[in-house]
C-alpha cells in the first residue's frame, strides 16, 4: 500500500480534531481498529511502518499548528483559515507540516498526495485551491533553503 492511505488518516484525524475537538490518539486507534471494514479487504490495513507514518503526522501538525496556519494564512489571503473548508483547511495543515516540518519529505509528493485526497473528499475547487496555497508554501521553504 502506498503512503496515501496513511495520509489519508492523518487528515481524518487532525479533521476530527479541529471539527469536534476528538482526542487525536483515540480517533486514531478507531479508524486502525475499523479500516479492515473498508471494503472488509486486508489490503486496506495499515502497515505498522504506515501507521507510524500517519501518527508522525498527526502529531507533528497539531503540536505546529500555529506556524502552520499562520503560513497558510499568509499565502490566502482572500480566505482566512477559519472560513476555509474543513476539507481544504485540515488537508493543508497535514501537507503543510509534511512540507515544512518533516525531515526528508518531498514536497512535490506531498503536495500530489493532498490534491488526489482533496478530489475524494473535497469540493469542486478544492484540489486547485490546495495546490496553490501548498505550492507556495514549497516555494517559500525552497527560498528559504537556497537563501541560507
Known sequence: MSRRKAR????KVVFQVDQVKADPRKAFDYLLET???DNNLPENKLTEKECSFSWQLIEGTL????????KIAHYSRDWSVERMSSVDRNLMRVAGFE???L???EPVIAIDEAV???KKYGEENSSAFVNAIL???QGDK??????D
Open 135 to 137: 505550492d507556495r508554501i
Open 99 to 101: 512540507i515544512m516540518y
Open 8 to 11: 489519508e488518516y492523518a487528515f
Open 63 to 70: 503540536q505546529n499548528l500555529a506556524a502552520i496556519d499562520e
Open 35 to 37: 479500516q479492515l471494514t
Open 116 to 118: 488526489e485526497i482533496a
Open 142 to 147: 525552497d527560498e528559504s533553503v537556497s537563501g
Open 103 to 105: 525531515p526528508g519529505a
